[in-house]
């Protein structure tokens, strides 16, 4: 499943994504191009993940992450999506978004209502504060992958 490609370190340029409207749901997306999407493990499953995040040489942040098939959006590509869970002052288009993946926690899942969406990826944010506490995720907070030079990518933990 999942576990055994994690940790998994990815570094790669935030590009525009589908224009679906994310963060006017409050839930803004930085989407890595296509390039880097196709470097991920063919096999690794779709679905809702949470790991850390930094934007250029900033601080290091929380995010929930999803990667696959927007089911509730009918994508016809698939994408690998991170949202920070971190106020910024401006939009980071063109930066380059530096993440570890720790932990999975659900599959892609359809939903009735735009309402139970938000409410899915509300209690997603949640579960990922939580796990992320824990000193087997916090410590690759510490990694010194957000340190490197920009290229050095090693996908071994
Ligand atoms: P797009 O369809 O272009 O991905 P979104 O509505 O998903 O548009 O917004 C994503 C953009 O919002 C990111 O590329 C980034 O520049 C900006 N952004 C601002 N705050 C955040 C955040 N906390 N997490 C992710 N992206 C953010
Ligand atoms: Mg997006």
Redesign the pocket.
């Given at each position: 499943g999942a576990m055994r490609h994690l940790p998994y370190f990815c570094r790669g340029e935030?590009v525009?994504?589908?224009?679906?409207?994310?963060?006017?749901l409050g839930i803004?997306?930085?989407?890595f191009s296509e390039q880097v999407v196709e470097g991920f493990p063919s096999d690794i499953p779709t679905g809702i993940y949470y790991g850390w995040a930094c934007v250029g040489n900033g601080d290091v942040h929380k995010?929930v992450l999803s990667i696959g098939w927007n089911p509730f959006y009918k994508n016809i590509k698939k994408s690998v999506?991170?949202?920070?869970?971190?106020?910024?002052k401006e939009?980071?288009?063109g930066e380059i978004l530096s993440i570890v993946i720790t932990g999975y926690i659900r599959p892609e899942k359809n939903f009735d209502s735009l309402d139970a969406l938000i409410s899915a990826i509300q209690e997603d944010i949640e579960e990922a504060k939580r796990q992320l506490d824990l000193p087997e995720h916090l410590k690759l907070k510490e990694d010194n992958f957000f340190h490197l030079p920009e290229g050095k990518i090693v996908n071994n933990p």
């Amino acid at each position: 499943g999942a576990m055994r490609h994690l940790p998994y370190f990815c570094r790669g340029e935030v590009v525009k994504g589908f224009g679906r409207g994310s963060k006017e749901l409050g839930i803004p997306t930085a989407n890595f191009s296509e390039q880097v999407v196709e470097g991920f493990p063919s096999d690794i499953p779709t679905g809702i993940y949470y790991g850390w995040a930094c934007v250029g040489n900033g601080d290091v942040h929380k995010m929930v992450l999803s990667i696959g098939w927007n089911p509730f959006y009918k994508n016809i590509k698939k994408s690998v999506e991170t949202h920070i869970i971190h106020t910024f002052k401006e939009d980071f288009y063109g930066e380059i978004l530096s993440i570890v993946i720790t932990g999975y926690i659900r599959p892609e899942k359809n939903f009735d209502s735009l309402d139970a969406l938000i409410s899915a990826i509300q209690e997603d944010i949640e579960e990922a504060k939580r796990q992320l506490d824990l000193p087997e995720h916090l410590k690759l907070k510490e990694d010194n992958f957000f340190h490197l030079p920009e290229g050095k990518i090693v996908n071994n933990p």
